[in-house]
C-alpha cells in the first residue's frame, strides 16, 4: 500500500504557488552508508582444545614471584569496624560471682586440710622408726592473774588523819555496827557495809538511817588481771577465795533484809569449802613474796571468821551476828587489796 505523500499550498498576494518538494537524498545516502558499517559479530562456535589445554598446564605450575608487582591485585582499604557500643553485654550477677568464689574457696580448703591429713599420717609413719634426739620437753606452772573482786560499799566518810578515821569506826563497832578504813588510798575511806550490787547496797544504807550516819554508795573494783607472773596455784586459791566471799556476801546481806537464804545446810557447805582452802593456801602462799604472805593469810582468816558468824546465826539468829559478818567481809575486802599492791 503506498504511502500518501503530503502537499503544502502557499499563496502569495492571492495566488497559489507551486512549491516543489526536494527528498533529502544526502540523508538517505547517509543512513545507507551508516547501516552498511554496522556490522554485528557472530559468535564463533569453534573451541580451541589446543590453546585450553596450554592455559591449564600453565595454571598447575607453582606459584613463582618474580617480584613485579604492577599487576599484582591490590589490598583493600582498611575499613573501619562498626562499634558495638550500642550493643549491650550481659552483666553477670555478683552474687553468682560471690557463690562461686565461695565455692572454689571452700574446695580449695576442703582439699588442703584432706592433703595435710593424709600427708601427716604418713610422715609420722616413717618418722618413727627413727630416733629422736630432740630436747625433752619440759613443763612448766601456768601463770595467770590473779580475780577481780568488784562489789557496792557503802561509805560512812574519808579521813586524811587515820588517827581520826580510827576513833570515828571504832564508835560505830561499838554499837554493834561495821566499820572498817583502807590501807592503799588517800585519802582514807571508811566503809561501813558492803552488798554485791547497788540495791543490796542500798538496803544496808536504809539501815543507818536510825544511826544518823551518812552514808555514801560507791562502787569498788579491786584488779588483779594484770599481774600475769603468777603461780597457777596462787591463782587458783585467790579465784575460789572470792567465789566464797560473794557467796557469803549474799547471805549476809539477805540475812540483814529478813531473808532466809541462811541455813544449816548452806552454812555447812561453805564451811566445808573453806577449810578445803585452808589446807590448800599453805602450797599456794610459799609462792607469794614474803610481803604479800601476811595479807593473803589475814583474807583467809576473815573469811573463816564471816563463816562462823554465819553459822552462829543459824543457832542464835539475832542482827548483831549479821553485822559481824558485815564486817568480817569488809576486813577481808581490804586485805585483798593490800594483797594485790604488795605484788604490784
Known sequence: MEREEHSISVFLNGKEQRVREVKNEIASTRDEKLQEEIVVPQPSNVIDFGKLQEERKRNGQPFWDDGNREKS??????????????????????????????????????????????????????????????????????????????VEVVQGGAFSDEGKGAEVARNLQEQGLAAT??????????????????????????????????????????????????????????????????????????????GTMI???????????????????EQAFMRLPTEAQPHALAMGDSLLNATEKLRLYVESPTEEELWQTQQAILDALVHYEQVIQSLS
Open 73 to 150: 591485585p591490590k589490598l583493600p582499604f582498611k575499613r573501619k569496624k562498626k562499634s558495638f557500643s550500642g550493643v549491650k553485654k550481659p552483666r553477670i550477677p555478683m552474687m553468682l560471682v560471690a557463690a562461686l568464689l565461695s565455692a572454689i574457696g571452700i574446695g580449695l580448703l576442703f582439699g588442703f586440710t584432706v592433703l595435710t591429713i593424709f600427708t601427716g599420717d604418713s610422715r609420722g609413719i616413717a618418722d618413727s622408726g627413727e630416733p629422736v634426739n630432740g630436747t625433752v620437753p619440759t613443763f612448766s606452772a601456768v601463770e595467770t592473774g590473779l580475780p577481780i573482786l568488784s
Open 263 to 281: 541455813t544449816a545446810e548452806r552454812v555447812k557447805q561453805l564451811d566445808q569449802s573453806l577449810q578445803a582452802l585452808q589446807v590448800e593456801r
Open 181 to 258: 578504813l583502807t590501807k592503799t588510798t588517800e585519802p582514807i575511806y571508811m566503809f561501813i557495809g558492803v552488798g554485791g550490787d547497788r540495791a543490796q547496797a542500798n538496803k544496808i544504807a536504809d539501815l543507818y538511817e536510825g544511826y544518823r550516819q551518812e552514808t555514801y554508795l560507791k562502787s569498788y573494783r579491786i584488779d588483779g588481771q594484770f599481774l600475769t607472773e603468777q603461780d597457777e596455784k596462787v591463782s587458783n586459791w585467790f579465784a575460789n577465795a572470792v567465789a566464797l566471799y560473794k557467796e557469803i556476801l549474799q547471805l549476809s546481806v539477805d540475812g540483814l533484809d529478813g
